[in-house]
């Protein structure tokens, strides 16, 4: 990341977003979803001797002395030094792998902002993190920090040439044990050529299983480009589990049934395994009665998916990026910043009960 990087203009996002919306209208939800191939999060109780506890692994600890507010997404930009990270409790490690697709063909919606504060909040909590870039615009690689100019080998090398996974990561910045798999606009090519390759909805699957043998891994997450192509397939079929982000705005709900169709035809196809584990809110302004409105629509459909954290509509959370960071570290105690760390927080927990 260049240093003289500009922020992104805040702009207005600070401000309660009018969206015109007639209140006298039902909002829009395909009623395809209330049948939805949805796997509820057990109620086990957690067995403390499959939760391993680490320390977590923070560069330093000392938070400072007057804490920005919660909600403080005003006032002056940039960011704090990452030496005044805040210090993260330790979260439960799953028994095995978690690999988990971050997918929505909807684009916008908050789908690599939650891939890349997820994993640097759950490897903060001093778990092992790998994140795969699986958009040709790259910008999970940028937001964790790693550099990715054509030429960069990454996602494409390794679903068309075969490449080993592990001779392709980036150690990222924002945790001392969180890797990516950068992409590049190379990749946007990968669709086409994948047409005509054999098993072609397989390779990304066949790659992590080599790698996952010989790595130890806690969370795989893998960010996925706007639409239901070729990569977004090999990533359902790789995965074990899907977060759908869904912003909280009018049509939300528009388009997710296309995504549990094709999740469907996955599970009877090519990963019987596959299951939509979490459902997260992004962009909640609690000012507004919409958000609040699709927020009870998204948990009446996936009750038991969605978790009780939103993701607020922040300043923070969309300026950090630029400065090739997640909010996690760019303002660690930013309203977005934790927020993202307790739906972290909530994941592993679900996890390690679900896997105890
Ligand atoms: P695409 O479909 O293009 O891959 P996406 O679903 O990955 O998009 P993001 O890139 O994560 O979506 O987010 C879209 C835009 O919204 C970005 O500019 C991002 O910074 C901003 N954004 C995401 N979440 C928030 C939030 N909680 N508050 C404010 N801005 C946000
Ligand atoms: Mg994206």
């Known amino acids: 990341m260049p240093d003289n990087a500009a922020p992104a203009d805040p702009g207005t996002d600070a401000e309660a977003e009018a969206i015109p919306h007639d209140e006298s209208q039902p909002l829009s939800a395909p009623t395809e ?9 057990t109620d ?14 923070v560069e330093a600890v000392t938070p ?45 919606v908050g789908k690599t902002t939650t891939a890349v504060n997820l994993a640097a909040a759950l490897a903060l909590g001093g778990l092992n993190i790998l994140v795969v870039d699986l958009d040709p615009q790259g910008n999970a690689s940028t937001a964790l920090g790693v ?24 150690d990222s910045p924002e945790a001392p044990n969180l890797k990516v798999l950068p992409a590049t606009v190379d990749l946007a090519g990968a669709e086409i050529e994948l047409v005509s390759v054999v098993a072609r909805e397989n390779k990304l699957k066949r790659a ?18 706007p639409s239901l192509g070729l990569l977004t397939l090999n990533a359902l079929v790789a995965a074990g589990e899907v977060l759908i982000p869904i ?27 596959l ?34 954290t939103v993701i607020p509509r922040s300043v923070r959370i969309s300026e950090a ?9 760019y303002h660690p105690y930013s309203a977005g910043a934790v927020s993202y760390l307790e739906a972290a927080r909530e994941i592993a927990r679900r996890g390690a009960k679900e896997n105890a």
Do not use: W
């Open 33 to 41: 979803i209330a049948s939805a191939p949805v796997t509820p999060a």
């Open 44 to 57: 086990e109780v957690t067995d403390p001797a499959v939760v391993r506890p680490r320390r977590a692994l």
């Open 64 to 108: 400072p002395a007057t804490p920005e507010p919660v909600d403080a997404d005003e006032g002056t930009t940039g960011p704090v030094s990452r030496g005044t990270q805040r210090q993260v409790e330790a979260m439960p490690a799953p028994t095995q792998t978690r690999i988990v697709v971050v997918a929505n063909q909807k684009g916008g």
């Open 147 to 170: 550099e990715h100019p054509q030429g960069t080998k990454g996602t494409y090398e390794v679903l068309i040439d075969g490449e080993d996974i592990a001779n392709l990561l980036i």
């Open 208 to 225: 992590l299983r080599t790698y996952l043998a010989d790595h130890p891994t806690d969370y795989v997450l893998l960010d996925c480009p």
């Open 247 to 273: 912003q909280c705005e009018y049509y939300a709900l528009e388009g997710v049934s296309q995504l549990i169709n094709t999740i469907q035809l996955v599970t009877g196809e090519l990963n019987d395994g």
């Open 275 to 308: 299951q939509v584990s979490t459902v997260l809110l992004t962009m909640f302004d609690g000012r507004t009665r919409l958000s609040s409105q699709v927020a009870d629509e998204v948990r009446s459909y996936f009750a038991e998916q969605t978790l009780p």
């Open 321 to 329: 990026p630029s400065y090739g960071q997640t909010v996690l570290t």
